[in-house]
Structure formats: C-alpha cells, structure tokens
C-alpha cells in the first residue's frame, strides 16, 4: 500500500506519547522533579501532535467529527472516542505534576490503561482488515504495543535516568524489535487468501493473468492500494531500522547507565531516543509499503 506521511507521523508520534504518558502514570518518577513536568508536557504535545497529523490524512477533513460516531463497529471510531477521553486523566495527572508537585493515583493509573487502549484501537485498525493478510494477524497490536511501551520507557529514561526505568526500556526495546522480527518472518512466507483465480473466480480454468488493465487512468484504489516496493530493499531496510531502532538505541542506554555524572548519560539518552524515533519510522513506513489489499488483484497487483 501506499505510505501516507501523515499516518507514519501520527502512530509515530502518539505511540510515543502514550507511551511517555503510560510510564507516568504509574508514578515511576518523581512528580515534583522538573524533568517530570517537562515529561508530562512533552508526552501530551506528541499526543496532540500525532492526532493532529491524522486529519491530514482525511479526504474531507471538516468531516472528521463522524468517525467518531461508529464505535460500536469501527476501531477508527472507538480509537477516536478513546483518544478524547483519555485526555481527562492525562490532563488531571500533568496538573497534578506540574503545579501541585504530587503524584495522583487513580487518573494516573487510569491514564495508563487507557493509554495502552488506545494504541491497541490503532492497532486493530489494521489488524481488522481480513483484505490486507499482511495486517490481519495478533502479531500487529503485539507490536504496535510493545513499541508504544519501548518509546515510552526510553523517554521516561532519559527524564528520570532511573537504572531500573532504562534496565526496563532495554527489555521493551529488545522484546519490540523481537515480535516486529517475527511480524516480517510471517509476511515473507504468507500465502495471500486472495488471489487473482480467487478473485474473478476463474480459478478452475487455470492461472488468471492481467490481459488489460480495468482503466486507463488511476484511480483512488490504484492510488491508496498500488505501490509496491523490492523485497530486496524491503529486507535491507528491515535491518536498517533494526540496527538504527534498536541496536544502537540499546547499546547507548547501556553506555548511559555505566557512565557517571548526569550531562553525559541524558546526552546518550538523548541519542538513543531520537535514534529509536529513526528506526520506527522506518518500520512504520515498511509496515504500509509491504502491505498488499486483495484489491489489487483486479489491476495486476
């Protein structure tokens, strides 16, 4: 499928955020620190900003306010929905950091659970969709969780420099790019449920193959549905955001908490955050571009 910049950027950067916010409400750190202020602000702005990247993605924009109206059926609905609520608890909760100094127990704890909903609703809007055997797998909300959590431990590292928080960040990091691993191995030996002969229905007669395409010029589907990318450069960016996300990331968190003083370890935090951003970047980008709608059978795909 096509990777659509916006969508890369918002589950980016709201995984990120949920993350950041989940760890906070927990009451890792401490409330009256800082650091810890910064962090509460920081994880609603990517919250925001991620949500707001979503829209732009929108082929009617000012339109936005019904998808909100399908929870009962759509995953795009109930994230929507979720997302607006949990709003409450993580505003309570930055409030109670940022100006009262303390640590709220029950909307930060809820905070964290709503936050790990909705990252779980992004993920099953992909993972829903039976026409795209790429996605459609309990690999995809394993992943798209365990990376929310990863992004979140690594911000919440570099804020607190807690050993205990970046031990755990090395672990989510490590458990992430694991499942994503295994999210690749599936796809590269997956037999596609829809085929061309499955499609037209002409399966009995033998190999169906494009005679002419359905139209000239392209359309949305061809669009949205069509790119397609090597799956020798596939593989080589798989390790490339491995190496990037992962990697470096850990063996800079390492470097962090064996070195002394406080400059030097949140400088290699630092690095080690942005760099994982880098690597799910890359993932996210390879997540849409790998991806394959039985659409596509129609048009030669």
Known sequence: ?????????????????????????LGLLDPAALSTEIAHVLALALIAAGLSFSTLHLGNPQRAWRAFSQWRSSWLSREGVLALVT????VVSAWGSVVEGRYMLIPGLLGTLLCAAVVYCTAMIYASLKSIDAWHTPLTPVCYLLFSAAGGLLLAGL?????AILVASL??????????????TRLATLEPLSTPESATGLGAIGRVRLFERPHINDNYLTREMGFRIARKHAATLERLAVVVGGLVPGLLVVAAMATGGTVLPTLLCTVAALLFVAGILMERWLFFATARHAVMNYYGG
């Not at 499928?1 to 906070?24: D, N, Q, R």
């Not at 709003?87 to 993580?90: A, D, E, T």
């Open 171 to 184: 672990f989510f990091v490590a458990a992430a790019w694991s499942a994503k691993r295994m999210w690749w």
């Open 159 to 163: 804020f607190s420099l807690s050993e």
């Open 87 to 90: 709003f409450v608890p993580l």
């Open 1 to 25: 499928m096509h990777p659509a910049p916006s969508i890369i950027v918002f589950t980016t950067l709201s995984g990120l955020g949920y993350g950041l916010a989940a760890v906070l409400g």
